[in-house]
Structures are given as C-alpha cells and as structure tokens.
C-alpha cells in the first residue's frame, strides 16, 4: 500500500532563506508525482508535476527534484518570501488516485 | 479559461439532512476525481469519474455516499443522512487523461460541510 510521509510537518525561517521540503513514498512505481500549495481555507494550486521519467522540474523560485528508485523528492524554494507562506502538499499517482502526505506548514516571517 | 468550480464553497446541514456538492471541471477535461480532507488529516481519494461513468470508487463509504457525471452538467456528490463524522472539507479535481504520466489534476476551491 502506497504510503507518502512529508518532513519536517511544520518549518519556519525569515524571509530571504533558501529551503528544503521533503518528500517520501514507499512503493516506487508511479506515474508521476505532484507539488501542491494550499492556502488556509482554501483550495490546492498545483506547483509543478514530474512525471516518472524525470528528474527535476523548475518553476520560477521552485525546484523539485524526483529519485523514484529510493522513492524521494524535494522541493527547493528559492529566497523565500512573506507570500509562500502556506501549506505544501506531495502527492504521487500511481494508478487512478493521488496518494497525498500530510503536508509541511510553512511560515516565512519578514 | 475558468478553473475547477465547485459550489456551495459552504454548506451547513443539520443531522439527517442530503448534502449535494456540485463541480464543474475544467474545460476540456472529462475525468473527474473526488477527496474528502477531514480535519488534521491528508487528502483522500473518493471516486473518479468520467462522463457518465463511475471508473474507481475504491475509497468511497460504501453506505450514504454517491456520485455521478452526467452527460450535461456538473458532477454530484452526494451524501444522504449526514452525521456529525461527515464534516470535512470536499474536493473536486479535474484532468485531461486519465491516469498516465502525464495526468496533471487540477483543483477546485473545495466545500466545507459542517454538520450540526
């Protein structure tokens, strides 16, 4: 059974920080794997997407990477800023659902 | 191009009562997918659909719990005689494949049943 854990559950660094979420999956077969945001209250806005056969994708400050062999990701965020603070959720697809992690809280103070 | 619209973005029902929740995908995209995020806890798959037909609905409460996709009009969840346990925030995805590599899900704003 698919499991996804994220570590740490909730970070807090001053703006300007350099960061790294982390992202773990037990079962390494999936089609791809999916970066999330998720305001309080609100929806999901979809980040980036690395497909199975990738290993990294890029958006802006964002990087995610994709070891599907030790069953890993990270997402690096870049100069961090007040604006990104929110939660971020990892998910992996594996058949017809997303199997998401908990999430990392992140709080990015001025 | 609008993105994943659900609605009622709330929705409050007293115990016993029918919840409907309603999502229109995006344009273009004919699958449909279901999560249920209770307090504290992940995102967890429902059901997915495709226009008129229900494809996987593996983690759906076998009881209370339905959903469609006609061929016009929003999808539907439903959930009849709601209970307190029901309370969560609903969410609605769409995509363009069904799933493969490529399969990118795109979310709606979700609608937050409470139950009283």
């Known amino acids: 059974k698919q499991e996804v854990t994220q570590i740490p559950a909730a970070l807090s660094v001053p703006e300007g920080e350099n960061l790294v979420l982390n992202c773990s999956f037990t079962?390494?077969?999936?089609?791809?794997l999916q970066w999330f945001r998720q305001d309080p209250g609100k929806g999901l806005t979809s980040l980036l997407l690395?497909?199975?056969?990738?290993r990294e994708q890029t958006s802006g400050r964002l990087n995610a990477s994709l070891d599907k062999s030790s069953g890993r990701s990270t997402l690096y965020i870049a100069a961090s800023q007040p604006g990104d603070s929110a939660t971020y959720l990892c998910?992996?697809?594996?058949?017809?659902?997303?199997?998401f992690g908990k999430g990392t809280t992140l709080s990015v103070s001025s | 191009n609008a993105g994943v619209m659900q609605n009622p973005r709330h929705l409050v029902r007293r115990r016993g009562q029918e919840a409907r929740l309603r999502c229109s995908p995006m344009?273009?995209?004919?699958?449909v997918y279901w999560y249920r995020q209770l307090p504290e806890e992940g995102l967890k798959f429902m059901v997915y659909?495709?226009?008129?037909?229900?494809?996987?609905e593996s983690g759906m409460p076998k009881e209370r719990f339905s959903a469609e996709f006609p061929k016009e009009g929003p999808s539907i969840l439903r959930i009849q005689q709601v209970v307190r346990g029901d309370s969560a925030a609903y969410f609605c995805?769409?995509?363009?494949?069904?799933?493969?590599?490529?399969?990118?899900?795109?979310f709606g704003q979700g609608t937050r049943l409470t139950v009283v």
């Open positions: 995805a769409s995509s363009k494949q069904g799933a493969g590599m490529d399969t990118e899900a795109f």
């Open positions: 659909l495709q226009k008129e037909n229900i494809i996987d």
């Open positions: 344009k273009g995209h004919s699958h």
């Open positions: 079962d390494s077969a999936i089609y791809n």
């Open positions: 998910a992996v697809r594996a058949g017809t659902a997303l199997i």
């Open positions: 690395i497909q199975s056969s990738q």
